[in-house]
């Protein structure tokens, strides 16, 4: 026997918010028929094809230390630092850069609520040529 992952859920002061701005990192959409609306206290936005799914929640208290789950994001089709740029227009702070002369390495980004998440180079900048 097994257990699926039904989806990953986030504390927010504001899950309305929160979601908006994972929606527009991740090209990913709220349910049509459950709409997220600014006050709601449970905000679920979905993969296009519905298997991956972050819930938001709302909760009393601020974020106050490191992450102990966080997500790695690596871009569909432009290189990292040119996500970089589109992460920081939808209000992504950098953290930390961690990249290496050699062009490995990512960069540590918060979201607007302060949690950590990685930005890794695509799977093209991966490939030798």
Known sequence: ??????HVTVDSRDAHAQSLFWAAV???AEDPDDPNEPGDEECMI???????RL??????EAKSVKNRLHLDLRPVDVP??????R???LGAVVVEDRRR??????????D?????FCLLRSQAELTPR
């Open 1 to 6: 026997m097994a257990a699926f992952l039904s």
């Open 26 to 28: 991740l090209g990913w």
């Open 46 to 52: 979905a993969s296009p094809d519905g298997s991956q």
């Open 55 to 60: 819930l938001f929640i709302d909760v009393p």
């Open 80 to 85: 990292r630092d040119q996500e970089l740029l």
């Open 87 to 89: 992460l920081l227009e």
């Open 101 to 110: 002369p050699d062009g490995s390495g990512w960069f540590l980004l918060a």
């Open 112 to 116: 607007p609520e302060g949690n950590e």
